[in-house]
C-alpha cells in the first residue's frame, strides 16, 4: 500500500489543479495490457569469446578468484575456574580491616544561627551582639534564638537548618567546627566572611556499616578479581609475541587446549577485533588476548597457515567463459533495446532478433493491485499515458515491453 500511494502521488505531482474525483479517477483506473519480457537466458545467439576477452575479464576481477589465507590455531581459555584461583582467611580479614577504614563519617546535619555585621553601625556594637548570643545560647533554647535573634531571613522559618554534610558541602571553617560537634552539640561563634554563626547539629545519619559475615562474599569476589587480574597481566606478558610452544603452555598451567583447524578470516565466530587479533600474529606465535570477559579471556597460538593464493585462469576457464558470455548476452540485449522496430509480433520478433522462449502475454481491465505485476513494472505501466504505443524499459538484466492497450474509467 505504501509502494502503490508513493507511486500514485509521484504520478499526479504535477497536477496541483487536480480534484479529489480526477485523483480517485486514477486511483481506480483499469488498464490492458501486452508485454513481454526478455533476459539473457531468452538470447540464442551464438558468440565468440577470445582468449584476450577471457584473460582481460579475469585480470579485472582477481578478487573473484582470490583463496583466502587460512590458518590453523590453538586457543586456551583462563578463567578465573581453571587457574584455580583462591583467597584464605588472612586475606579476607585483613580485607574487611581496610572495608572498615574507608567507611565515611556519618552526614550531620547541621542548623545556624547567624549575625551579620552589616546590620550594626559599629564593630563594638556587632562584638557585643555576638558575645551576648554566645553567653545564653545553649541546645535547649538554640531554636528559640534562631527565631529572636538569627538575621538570616532564608532559615528563619526553618529553624535555621543547613541541611545535611559529609564534611565537603560548607566552607572549611565550618566543617572543621561540625566535625567536633556531637549531636545536639553547639558551638562557640565561629567567624566566616565577617559575620558570626553559632552551629547546632541536630541530627546524624550513620553510615551502613556490614557485618563480616554479609561483607565477606563480596571481599572474596572483589579479592578474586584482583588475584586474575594480576595473573592475567602475568600471563599475557609471558606469552604475546612469545615463541613458547603450545605443549609448554598446556603442561605449565594444566588447561588443554581446543583446535580451528584451516580457518579463514571472517570463516569463524570471533568477533572482528579478535580475528585481526588471529590473523595478524607470525606462525608459531602466541596472540594477545581475544574474547576477553570479567573472569576469563583466551590466547591463540598460530599452529600453521596457507598463504592467500589466486586460482589460475586455466583452472576457472569455463566459470570465466560462462559470466563473459552472459555478459555478452546483457549486451545483445541491449542492442534489441536500442531497436526501434519492436512490435508483438512474436514470429516477427523472432525472425528479427536471435531470441526465443518468450512468451507475449495480456492482462485484460486491470487495476494497479490486481495484476501479478511486480511493483516497478505496475508503476511503469501505470505512469505511461499513451495507449497503442510500445514501450521498452530495461530494469537491470530485463528487457521490459509492453503496451497500454486501454484505458478504463475505475469505480
Given at each position: 500500500k505504501l509502494n502503490?500511494?508513493?507511486?500514485?502521488?509521484?504520478?499526479?505531482?504535477?497536477?496541483?489543479?487536480?480534484?479529489?474525483?480526477?485523483?480517485?479517477?486514477?486511483?481506480?483506473?483499469?488498464r490492458s495490457i501486452q508485454f513481454f519480457e526478455?533476459?539473457?537466458?531468452?538470447?540464442?545467439?551464438?558468440?565468440?569469446?577470445?582468449?584476450?576477452?577471457?584473460?582481460?575479464?579475469?585480470?579485472?576481477?582477481?578478487?573473484?578468484?582470490?583463496?583466502?589465507?587460512?590458518?590453523?590455531?590453538?586457543?586456551?581459555?583462563?578463567?578465573?575456574?581453571?587457574?584455580?584461583?583462591?583467597?584464605?582467611?588472612?586475606?579476607?580479614?585483613q580485607a574487611y580491616e581496610s572495608y572498615l577504614q574507608t567507611i565515611p563519617a556519618g552526614e550531620k546535619r547541621v542548623s545556624h544561627l547567624m549575625i551579620i555585621s552589616d546590620n550594626y553601625e559599629t564593630n563594638q556594637e556587632f562584638t557585643e551582639k555576638v558575645n551576648s548570643i554566645e553567653t545564653v545560647l545553649?541546645?535547649?533554647?538554640?531554636?528559640?534564638?534562631?527565631?529572636?535573634?538569627?538575621?538570616?531571613?532564608?532559615?528563619?522559618?526553618?529553624?535555621?537548618?543547613?541541611?545535611?554534610?559529609?564534611?565537603?558541602?560548607?566552607?572549611?571553617?565550618?566543617e572543621q567546627v561540625i566535625a567536633s560537634?556531637?549531636?545536639?552539640?553547639?558551638?562557640?561563634?565561629?567567624?566566616?566572611?565577617?559575620?558570626?554563626?553559632?552551629?547546632k547539629v541536630t541530627e546524624i545519619d550513620e553510615p551502613i556499616v556490614l557485618s563480616f559475615d554479609e561483607k565477606v562474599q563480596d571481599l572474596r569476589d572483589?579479592?578474586?578479581?584482583?588475584?586474575?587480574?594480576?595473573?592475567?597481566?602475568?600471563?599475557?606478558?609471558?606469552?604475546?609475541?612469545?615463541?613458547?610452544e603450545l605443549t609448554e603452555i598446556e603442561n605449565l598451567y594444566g588447561i588443554s587446549s581446543e583446535l580451528s583447524s584451516d580457518i579463514s578470516f571472517g570463516d569463524n565466530d570471533l568477533a572482528v577485533g579478535d580475528q585481526s587479533t588471529v590473523f595478524?600474529?607470525?606462525?608459531?606465535?602466541?596472540?594477545?588476548?581475544?574474547?576477553?570477559?570479567?573472569?576469563s579471556f583466551k590466547i591463540a597460538y598460530v599452529v600453521s597457515l596457507t598463504p592467500a593464493e589466486t586460482i589460475p585462469l586455466e583452472n576457472v576457464l569455463e566459470e570465466v567463459r560462462g559470466v563473459v558470455l552472459d555478459q555478452k548476452r546483457n549486451e545483445y540485449l541491449e542492442e534489441v533495446f536500442a531497436d526501434d522496430g519492436l512490435s508483438f509480433d512474436e514470429?516477427?520478433?523472432?525472425?528479427?532478433?536471435?531470441?526465443?522462449?518468450?512468451?507475449?502475454?495480456?492482462f485484460k481491465n486491470i487495476n494497479r493491485t490486481t495484476s501479478l505485476l511486480a511493483n516497478d513494472l505496475v508503476?511503469?505501466?501505470?505512469?505511461?499515458?499513451?495507449?497503442?504505443?510500445?514501450?521498452?524499459?530495461?530494469?537491470?538484466d530485463k528487457l521490459f515491453v509492453f503496451s497500454v492497450l486501454a484505458r478504463n474509467q475505475g469505480d
Amino acid at each position: 500500500k505504501l509502494n502503490l500511494t508513493v507511486a500514485l502521488l509521484n504520478s499526479t505531482a504535477n497536477i496541483f489543479s487536480s480534484s479529489l474525483d480526477q485523483y480517485l479517477d486514477l486511483l481506480t483506473e483499469r488498464r490492458s495490457i501486452q508485454f513481454f519480457e526478455l533476459t539473457k537466458d531468452n538470447v540464442t545467439k551464438e558468440f565468440d569469446v577470445s582468449q584476450d576477452e577471457l584473460d582481460s575479464f579475469y585480470l579485472s576481477n582477481l578478487d573473484f578468484y582470490q583463496v583466502p589465507e587460512k590458518r590453523t590455531y590453538a586457543t586456551i581459555e583462563f578463567s578465573k575456574e581453571n587457574l584455580a584461583i583462591e583467597v584464605n582467611d588472612e586475606e579476607l580479614d585483613q580485607a574487611y580491616e581496610s572495608y572498615l577504614q574507608t567507611i565515611p563519617a556519618g552526614e550531620k546535619r547541621v542548623s545556624h544561627l547567624m549575625i551579620i555585621s552589616d546590620n550594626y553601625e559599629t564593630n563594638q556594637e556587632f562584638t557585643e551582639k555576638v558575645n551576648s548570643i554566645e553567653t545564653v545560647l545553649t541546645a535547649n533554647n538554640f531554636e528559640d534564638y534562631v527565631v529572636s535573634d538569627s538575621e538570616d531571613e532564608g532559615t528563619l522559618d526553618i529553624g535555621g537548618d543547613l541541611g545535611f554534610t559529609d564534611g565537603q558541602i560548607f566552607p572549611a571553617e565550618f566543617e572543621q567546627v561540625i566535625a567536633s560537634l556531637d549531636v545536639n552539640a553547639v558551638s562557640k561563634a565561629v567567624f566566616y566572611e565577617g559575620n558570626a554563626h553559632f552551629l547546632k547539629v541536630t541530627e546524624i545519619d550513620e553510615p551502613i556499616v556490614l557485618s563480616f559475615d554479609e561483607k565477606v562474599q563480596d571481599l572474596r569476589d572483589e579479592l578474586e578479581d584482583i588475584k586474575f587480574e594480576d595473573l592475567s597481566l602475568n600471563i599475557v606478558s609471558n606469552l604475546s609475541g612469545s615463541a613458547l610452544e603450545l605443549t609448554e603452555i598446556e603442561n605449565l598451567y594444566g588447561i588443554s587446549s581446543e583446535l580451528s583447524s584451516d580457518i579463514s578470516f571472517g570463516d569463524n565466530d570471533l568477533a572482528v577485533g579478535d580475528q585481526s587479533t588471529v590473523f595478524n600474529v607470525a606462525l608459531n606465535q602466541w596472540t594477545d588476548p581475544i574474547e576477553e570477559r570479567k573472569d576469563s579471556f583466551k590466547i591463540a597460538y598460530v599452529v600453521s597457515l596457507t598463504p592467500a593464493e589466486t586460482i589460475p585462469l586455466e583452472n576457472v576457464l569455463e566459470e570465466v567463459r560462462g559470466v563473459v558470455l552472459d555478459q555478452k548476452r546483457n549486451e545483445y540485449l541491449e542492442e534489441v533495446f536500442a531497436d526501434d522496430g519492436l512490435s508483438f509480433d512474436e514470429v516477427g520478433l523472432k525472425e528479427l532478433y536471435a531470441i526465443a522462449d518468450f512468451k507475449i502475454e495480456e492482462f485484460k481491465n486491470i487495476n494497479r493491485t490486481t495484476s501479478l505485476l511486480a511493483n516497478d513494472l505496475v508503476n511503469l505501466v501505470f505512469n505511461e499515458p499513451m495507449v497503442g504505443t510500445v514501450e521498452k524499459q530495461l530494469l537491470g538484466d530485463k528487457l521490459f515491453v509492453f503496451s497500454v492497450l486501454a484505458r478504463n474509467q475505475g469505480d
